[in-house]
């Protein structure tokens, strides 16, 4: 069913193109990559710091730490991927009622909108990172701006993939998701 539907939307919109949609594409393909990467680390650390202390008996200090970050990178970056791949919690089901000229108008300001956030997120996460770039994470010997890094990445191509869904809609185009 649900394939049917995702080829009668196809017809009805082509697919959008051009120099952003690829390099978002691919920028997006990179951060799933990197979001896979990084799960496969967290369980990685988890799985050590477990050996550490129940077979080793010496829990490593700083295996939580860079979990919790680690946690954050696959987060923030798999939120904005979802950006992309229109995988955000929407309004779909309210939308499909809606006559195309009226839909398509709410789907460019439900981009805006989380365009806005996206560049929100940028913004304060920048000047969150500046305010304790000073101070290190105890047991990782970093900068506790680390933690704030996905934020304001994550922010920014929020923004980008924003803005490349409401070129597609004004241009009566469809995203096609990342990972086709």
Known sequence: MDIEMNRVAAVAHPQAS????????????????????GLVAIVAVVFYQVFGR?????????????????VLYVTLIGAAVGVRDAGHIGLDS????????????IEILIYALVGTFGACMAYNGWLLGTSVASYMLPNLHVSEAVRYVPLVLSGVL???FSIEHVIALLRGEEVAPSWN
């Open 54 to 70: 129940y077979v080793l008996n010496s829990s490593p200090t700083w295996a939580e730490s860079l979990a919790l970050v680690l």
């Open 18 to 37: 051009g120099w952003l949609t690829r390099m978002n594409a691919a920028i997006a393909r990179t951060g799933m990559w990197i979001a896979v990467a």
């Open 94 to 105: 309210l939308l499909v009622l809606l006559p195309d000229r009226v839909r398509s108008k």
């Open 158 to 160: 929020i923004v980008l």
